[in-house]
């Protein structure tokens, strides 16, 4: 079973950045895809970006392009968010998913939460205006 501990959420102004890491550890040896999601006060939980491991495919959402980059180290096992440019709207709890298993769902689950089957317990990113 693969675990998951996200780091690297704080407090912002506007404008500013932040870098999340997420590291995965236990058995890993499934796991194909890794993602970021975010759960803004109030709001519903809602894909960001992803990368799938086998091809390095990025994907992202479209109110974070150019604005967010997401990428994995050499071992495949930490994941990391680099957000510039911050906004206000960007502040939420951000969790880390990862999907695991011998059958690849397609890219279309690539922001769904419905594509993975473990997930951290949340870094909290805050931005003021």
């Known amino acids: 079973q693969v675990q998951l501990q996200e780091s690297g959420g704080g407090s912002v102004q506007a404008g500013g950045s932040l870098r999340l890491s997420c590291v995965a550890s236990?058995?890993?040896?499934?796991?194909?895809?890794m993602g970021w999601f975010r759960q803004p006060p109030g709001k519903e939980r809602e894909g960001v970006a992803a990368?799938?491991?086998?091809?390095?495919?990025?994907y992202y959402a479209d109110f974070v392009k150019e604005r967010f980059t997401v990428y994995q180290d050499d071992t495949k096992k930490v994941l990391y968010l680099q957000m510039n440019s911050l906004e206000p709207e960007d502040a939420a709890t951000y969790y880390c998913?990862?999907?695991?298993?011998?059958?690849?769902?397609?890219?279309?689950?690539?922001?769904?939460?419905?594509?993975?089957?473990?997930w951290g317990r949340g870094t909290q990113v805050t931005v003021s205006s």
């Open positions: 236990g058995i890993t040896a499934n796991m194909y895809r």
């Open positions: 990368i799938y491991t086998p091809s390095g495919g990025e």
């Open positions: 998913a990862a999907a695991s298993g011998r059958k690849h769902l397609p890219d279309l689950y690539a922001l769904s939460s419905a594509g993975y089957n473990t």
